[in-house]
């Protein structure tokens, strides 16, 4: 959708959908926001955490970027969006939850079995596509390579579970989780159904989250 098109949804909300939340948004405004979820996703523009969560204003507090990765705790001098994130969402919003939420046909996840170019127009991305190493690894390990949606649907899968253990890398986090103060998840959206999994510790698997 451009951006004529949104501007037009702009104006349906104003006119049909501000109505029903007008009272949530002024009481968030005065009371200020008091999340008690942070979601990790994919920057993916299939993936709406409102949408697949039935959330209101002010219930997520949301971190999206490519493959919803999530960098080791690494303090210095460079800017960490993911890392500010969790801190603020930690320390500041004192989140009870934190979701890390995969999904199925993930552009990052998929890139990691090609070769992207060389030049500067994706330096980053090549970077960052590394925090999904891992999962490839552990996905080429458990599956092979003979069935290629297989394999991605297994590294999808397997990333969120190393982007989790990533998370426990940050000392605030790690020591709330220890005093059970703080729960982390690791969910999975299937696109073409709307379907979400999450991840089973006593299974070691996926399963349907039921409602
Ligand atoms: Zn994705």
Redesign the pocket.
């Given at each position: 959708m451009e951006v004529k098109g949104l501007i037009q949804g702009y104006k349906r909300f104003r006119e049909y959908r501000l109505g029903d939340h007008e009272e949530l948004f002024l009481d968030l405004a005065r009371k200020g926001q008091s999340p008690k979820t942070l979601f990790i996703?994919?920057?993916?523009s299939?993936?709406v955490p409102n949408l697949i969560t039935d959330a209101a204003p002010g219930d997520l507090f949301i971190f999206r970027d490519?493959?919803?990765f999530v960098p080791p705790f690494q303090p210095d001098d460079d800017y960490h969006a993911a890392a500010a994130a969790i801190e603020y969402a930690v320390s500041v919003l004192q989140v009870r939850d934190i979701i890390v939420c995969?999904?199925s046909?993930?552009?990052?996840?998929e890139s990691l079995y090609k070769e992207l170019p060389e030049d500067e127009s994706l330096i980053h991305t090549r970077r960052w596509l590394q925090l999904g190493q891992k999962a490839k690894e552990a996905a080429l390990q458990k599956v092979g390579s003979g069935d290629r949606e297989l394999l991605l649907r297994t590294t999808?899968k397997i990333s969120v579970l190393f982007q989790l253990e990533n998370l426990l890398t940050y000392p605030e986090v790690r020591r709330k989780v220890e005093a059970q103060e703080l729960f982390l998840h690791g969910w999975y959206l299937k696109i073409e159904s709307g379907q979400l999994l999450y991840f089973d510790e006593s299974e070691g698997e996926f399963l349907p989250l039921e409602g």
């Open positions: 996703g994919c920057s993916d299939r993936v490519i493959g919803n995969g999904h046909h993930c552009g990052a996840c999808e």
